[in-house]
């Protein structure tokens, strides 16, 4: 059963910093690791897509990068931003069980990150 | 793409009530999911649609809970006689079908039973 964790559950950074957040996932058959962002009150928006025969991905000062044989994602922010506050979640898509079924999305509990002005 | 669109946004209930949710997906998007969120956790996968066909329901989905997609558009998320423990946020996504194509989420239906 696949399990995603994340840490930290909390970060609180000055504007400007660069960070990393991370995720750790426990099967390596997935089709691809999904970084979302999720506003308080709001639902998901999804940031990146890393395909399971990709590294990396890089929207604008989002990177997220992939490997798989250790079971690891990092999602790197540069040069954060206060409107970069919220929380940010991952998840894996699993291949199908043997039985049957969907490809599920696995979500981790997510990290809530603060960017002081 | 208008986004996906759910309703309504908030549901307060008394205990043992039923409730219906709606959602509607992006036009053309063949693939809808449910999922249900508690505070400080992330989703959890509810059931899954492709087009009108349910294709899977999660073990967290009991008999009480009824979920259909007629015509392959719009879905609908039932919860009869509702306890306690189903306050949550519900969120729906859809997908174009495509594996490696992401999953877009509406702004989801916050259920609170009294």
């Known amino acids: 059963k696949q399990e995603v964790t994340q840490i930290p559950a909390a970060l609180s950074v000055p504007e400007g910093e660069n960070l990393v957040l991370n995720c750790s996932f426990t099967?390596?058959?997935?089709?691809?690791l999904q970084w979302f962002r999720q506003d308080p009150g709001k639902g998901l928006t999804s940031l990146l897509l890393?395909?399971?025969?990709?590294r990396e991905q890089t929207s604008g000062r989002l990177n997220a990068s992939l490997d798989k044989s250790s079971g690891r994602s990092t999602l790197y922010i540069a040069a954060s931003q206060p409107g970069d506050s919220a929380t940010y979640l991952c998840?894996?898509?699993?291949?199908?069980?043997?039985?049957?079924?969907?490809?599920?999305?696995?979500f981790g509990k997510g990290t809530k990150l603060t960017v002081n002005p | 793409d208008t986004g996906v669109s759910q309703d309504p946004r908030h549901k307060i209930t008394k205990r043992g009530q039923n409730v219906t949710f709606r959602c509607d997906p992006i036009?053309?998007?063949?693939?809808l999911y449910w999922y249900r969120q508690t505070l400080g956790q992330g989703p959890e996968f509810l059931t899954y649609?492709?087009?009108?066909?349910?294709?899977?329901k999660s073990r967290l989905l009991s008999d009480r809970f009824s979920a259909e997609r007629p015509k392959g558009s719009f879905s609908t998320l039932e919860i009869q006689r509702t306890e306690q423990g189903d306050s949550a946020m519900y969120l729906c996504?859809?997908?174009?079908?495509?594996?490696?194509?992401?999953?877009?989420f509406g702004d989801g239906t916050r259920l609170s039973i009294l």
């Open positions: 996504a859809s997908s174009p079908g495509r594996i490696n194509q992401p999953q877009h």
């Open positions: 099967d390596s058959a997935i089709y691809n």
């Open positions: 649609f492709q087009n009108e066909a349910q294709l899977e």
């Open positions: 998840a894996a898509l699993n291949r199908r069980e043997p039985q049957g079924g969907s490809e599920k999305l696995v």
């Open positions: 036009s053309e998007h063949n693939r």
């Open positions: 890393i395909q399971s025969s990709q």
